[in-house]
């Protein structure tokens, strides 16, 4: 970055002499800076991605790194070295020196964007202070601004962890499965709405569409449970079933939903992906669990048959093996390995960009809020492995 002006400065000569200099300030005709915006009008994005390199490889990876293991995206480093880094500027000649990892950090408070210097000179509007000069007709994008300062709020780390990983990869999963006709919380609490399974209901509680699949051209109805019943009813599903896998003895008639002949529809068997919480949900109680195809338990009082089988060890998908066609999962409680990937969440590999997976598989392997046993299976012993090395991925 270069100074739009730069002050009296004082240098001291090897005789001992001090010599004050005076630079002109630079000008452009026809630029008037007092009205120009350069500040972030709207909170930053925090589910933009930021990493100071533009190459990140994931700490899960394979031995010899396949396509899914690296994150490629713009890095901070890049953004500062286009923007302020030249021979005549901040590569040498004008301070800071802004060629290396620690002369940028060393502009910043690390989780406090808005006290960083660095965060000030890009988005000041002074033009006295503005970097890049206001009059250079140069400014960062609205991206680049804000991967700056998710960069300095996640801690301005020289590499990436669960703090920077999490929101961009709960908002590629939400944004990508949640879609209407997919892993959505209203769309699946509508299939059992429609079946009667959530009792009366008014005009006001459920919204219909038709989608129209653009491959087959073929249209299917869903029905959509609304707030407030949506939370009300999402919300008791998921307690019932963690209560029920906590102890599905005590808790038997806490197991959750499927008390009909035979399956609703498909919407009615994803599990919902819209929050945080239904991706953690997901993953430690998969739906393969939650749903089957024919009755797994009959109720000797009731009767009523239930599709939600008992142990979610036993599950033979799970939600990282159903995005990630690079690695195979094994049955947690048998640990016995499938023989084909499940990659078609993200369509074979082509719904998600080979750095969203890697960036999804770094968050889901660094977040505490996994447990290990969906990690790294119960006993330790790894339950996902790469297809082309038969390498185990363990703590």
């Known amino acids: 970055m270069r100074t739009t ?98 002369g940028i950090r060393n502009m910043v408070v690390p989780g406090n964007p808005a006290d960083s210097k660095l965060y000030q000179l890009i988005t000041t509007s002074d033009l006295k202070k503005a970097m890049p000069p206001i009059t250079f007709g140069v400014d960062l994008s609205v991206t680049e601004k804000t991967i700056i300062y998710n960069w300095i709020k996640n801690g301005a780390k020289e590499y990436p962890d669960v703090e920077d990983f ?55 109805l869903y029905a959509q449970l609304k707030d407030p019943r949506l939370s009300i009813e999402w919300k008791a599903y998921k307690d019932s079933a963690r209560k029920f896998f906590a102890d599905t003895v005590a808790n038997a008639s806490f197991r959750v939903y499927k008390t009909f002949s035979t399956p609703v529809s498909s919407s009615s068997t994803r599990g919902p992906l819209n929050t945080y919480d239904d991706i953690l949900f997901d993953i430690q109680y998969p739906k393969s ?60 590999d082509g719904g998600l960009s080979r750095s969203e997976i890697a960036l999804i598989k770094a968050w889901y392997f660094s977040d505490p809020n996994i447990p290990d046993t969906w990690k790294y299976g119960p006993t330790g012993a790894g339950i996902f492995k790469y297809r082309k090395t038969g390498t185990i991925i363990k703590k």
């Not at 031995?63 to 040498?92: E, M, Q, R, W, Y």
Request: positive net charge; proline residues 4%; aromatic residues 8%.
């Open 166 to 220: 999490r929101p961009s990869a709960i908002s590629l999963i939400a944004n990508g499965c949640g879609s209407a006709n997919c892993h959505n919380q209203a769309t699946a609490t509508g299939a059992w709405a429609r079946k009667g399974l959530l009792g009366t209901l008014s005009t006001s509680d459920t919204s219909t569409f038709v989608y129209i699949n653009p491959a087959t051209n073929a249209s299917t």
């Open 5 to 102: 002006k730069i002050l009296p400065s004082i240098f001291l000569l090897s005789g001992g002499l001090l010599l004050s200099s005076l630079f002109v300030s630079c000008t452009k005709e026809g630029v008037n800076a007092s009205q120009v915006s350069r500040a972030l009008l709207d909170k930053p994005d925090s589910t933009i991605f930021a990493q100071f390199y533009d190459s990140v490889a994931i700490a899960k990876r394979d031995v010899t790194p396949d396509v899914n293991d690296a994150i490629l995206a713009k890095g901070v480093f890049t953004i500062v070295k286009s923007n302020c880094v030249s021979a005549s500027c901040h590569g040498g000649a004008v301070s800071p020196d802004l060629r290396s990892f620690t």
């Open 289 to 348: 669990i939650r749903s089957n195809s024919g009755i797994v338990y009959t109720d000797p009082v009731s009767l009523k048959g239930f599709y939600c089988k008992g142990d979610p060890l036993s599950a033979s998908s799970s939600l990282i093996s159903r995005i990630d066609s690079t690695i195979l999962l094994a049955v947690p409680r048998t640990g016995i390995f499938a023989t084909a990937h499940q990659g078609d969440m993200a369509y074979g």
